[in-house]
């Protein structure tokens, strides 16, 4: 056997000095009316390292907390925080004060950089945070350290990127807390770095420096790992302006700037389509339009294939797995229904990444038959932050349990039914929500639909159909389950059908049951 002589991989920061030796005058990033070439974000990102290392002693392994939205200085703290050796801790922005103090507190975090706009964050943060070494505010506040003067008085400062091991952390990455406080995913070099040249291979291929990515989600999240396989290539990051999303205002990035590709969730891609907008604008040069998060239900997909093209790219994964569970290429969106269409398949494994349905005890189980999503390769991360619990629930036999319920057919397809934990029993069965949220949305009165499993005196629990109209008028609801009859079983039929005007969605667009049961109980719906 040979022993391994070295676990050293390249510090993530290497992309940025690649790319400012490579292509010094290129835009690196644009955002409204400004725009940073890779030569003066390298030189940026330096200032800021060594402000950082100076002023706060910030060495490799320390935690650095960020509330702020999508901005240069985003991507500045990101690359500077790798630079370093440190690690990076973004924060949902739209989380409540004592949520980014529990991030804090939970991530050890030395320092926080905040936009000027969070002061009830920064001031909660530093109350329940009293070893925090400060708090440097971007943009103009009375509660911390100008950014900008930080670098301005380090600009020229040549820091070079630290060396780092492949399981060195380097961004902690909160979960959405579905289950619970949000749990710390230790995301590694080694680990991006392989997730980078597989979002590459299998998400964007041709991806180059002649190349630009729209930025519509946030950074903090899915958006950063997007944002980091960019920049491995090279690619122009366009950063949406911060007035709210606007489909227009997209689009109009999109044909100025030839965007080529662009990561959001479904709830998004269904704005894009459906204004008027879609048709005013050139985007041609769209090649791939990623979602993930949740699924797009099959209307929806069928009216963005037949607006933007075969340009779909759908992706399945958690933040455990750095999202990189599997792919469903443009080639494999079809718009017709019918044989060889796959209708709900989330697609194939990506590349290095092994997928497996199990039972409870762990046994695999064969094609068709219905189990827990596990799964392994490079891209599964070390574990949870100092978690032994969530460690130990979540690794079986070197698998990783994603919670996610599913299939896979003979040519390794994968299909969700659904969370473990929507699912609901109602008279012995159990009923995956899902299926039936995605027969309903077929019907021309309904918008977007959630069912959650309620208390039921009779049946233990049955299905309350949350619905969104699409027209003025509410559909009848005998209406609806007529519709339903004949296409699943009755069991699995909702009860009641509520209807609100919008659906609830998270920082992310993503609409959670949580997230829906939580809305109900505030209006007292429930």
Known sequence: ???????????????LSKNAARWPNRAAIIWEDKTWTWQELDKRVSALAAALSSRFGITKGDSLLVQAQNSNQMTEIMLAAFRLGAIWVPCNFRQAPAETAYTCEKSKAKLMLCDAEFEEQA????????ELRGIVSIGESA???????????????????APVDYDDPCWLFFTSGSTGRPK??????????????????DLMPGTSEEDASLVIAPLSHGAGLQQI??????ATHVLMPRTGFNPAVAFELIERH????????????????????VDRYNHSSLRHVIYAGAPM?????????????????????????????????PQDHVQEDGPGARIGTCGTERTGIEVSIQDDTGAMLPPGETGEVCVIGAAVCAGYLEDDAANHSSFRHGWFRTGDIGHMDKDRYLYLTGRASDMYISGGSNVYPKEVEEVLLTHPSLSEVAILGVPDPQWGEVGLAVCVASTKAEPDTAELSAFLAGKVARYKMPHRYLFIESMPTSAYGK????????????????
């Open 229 to 234: 396989a960019q920049l491995s290539a090279g």
């Open 123 to 130: 001031q909660t943060v530093k109350a329940a945070n009293p």
């Open 511 to 526: 609409i959670t049951k949580k997230l829906v049961r939580e809305f109900l109980s505030e209006k007292g719906l429930t």
């Open 258 to 277: 030839k965007v080529s590709n662009m990561f959001t969730v479904p709830t998004i891609v269904k704005r894009l389509v459906e204004d008027p907008a």
């Open 143 to 161: 509660f911390g350290v100008s950014y900008e003067t930080l670098l301005a008085d380090h600009l020229g400062s040549q820091t070079p990127n």
């Open 1 to 15: 056997m040979i022993e391994r002589c070295s676990n050293r991989v390249a510090n993530l920061a290497h992309f």
């Open 184 to 201: 710390a995913v230790v995301l590694s070099h080694g680990q991006i770095g392989f997730v980078a040249v597989n979002y590459m291979a």
């Open 297 to 329: 239900y099959r209307e929806d997909q069928k009216l963005a294939l037949e607006k933007l093209g075969s340009v779909l790219v759908q992706y399945y994964g958690l933040g455990e797995v750095t999202g990189n569970i599997t792919v469903l290429r």
